[in-house]
């Protein structure tokens, strides 16, 4: 496996590696896309392909009264996701699944908004990942 398998999902220590660029390297495309995004303080976003979690961390500030949840299927994702919202998480203001957009099992109309950052282009059936 080449290491730049690591953006699609990443895997063992090069996906470690891999999760740490992305939360650095996409942060100016991040903040372009966000500063178009109006949400209330009190809304409730998710997050799919949350990668390494840097988004979940500027929609939290965003929402500073909103719950922040965050969907991927790589472990690697998930765990540091968790570790850097590790204070939202235990103020019950953030949560972190593993688990593929293509069939989630959050409830219907409950986000405010759904966001996807440099991730739609890895996802399977696109209609059906935005069906979900
Ligand atoms: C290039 S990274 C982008 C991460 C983050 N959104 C960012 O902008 O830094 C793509 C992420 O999408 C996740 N991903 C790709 N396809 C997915 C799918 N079908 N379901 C859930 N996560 C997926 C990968 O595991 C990876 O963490």
Redesign the pocket.
């Known amino acids: 496996m080449s290491f730049f398998e690591n953006?699609?999902?990443?895997a063992g220590f090069g996906g470690k590696l891999m999760v740490v660029m992305?939360?650095l390297g996409?942060s100016p495309v991040?903040w372009w896309g966000l500063h178009f995004l109006e949400l209330a303080p009190d809304d409730k976003v998710l997050d799919?392909?949350?990668?390494?979690g840097?988004?979940i961390r500027r929609l939290l500030k965003k929402c500073p009264q909103g719950i922040v949840k965050g969907?991927?299927?790589?472990p690697v994702?998930v765990e540091k996701t968790k570790k850097v919202n590790e204070t939202a998480i235990a103020d019950g203001r953030c949560a972190v699944l593993q688990g593929?957009?293509?069939d989630m099992m959050f409830a219907d109309n409950w986000f405010d908004a759904v966001t996807a950052?440099?991730?739609v282009y890895?996802?399977?059936d696109l209609p059906r990942c935005f069906r979900e």
């Open positions: 953006t699609r999902k990443p992305m939360n996409h991040a799919c392909g949350c990668g390494g840097a988004n969907i991927d299927y790589s994702s593929s957009v293509a950052f440099e991730t890895f996802w399977p």
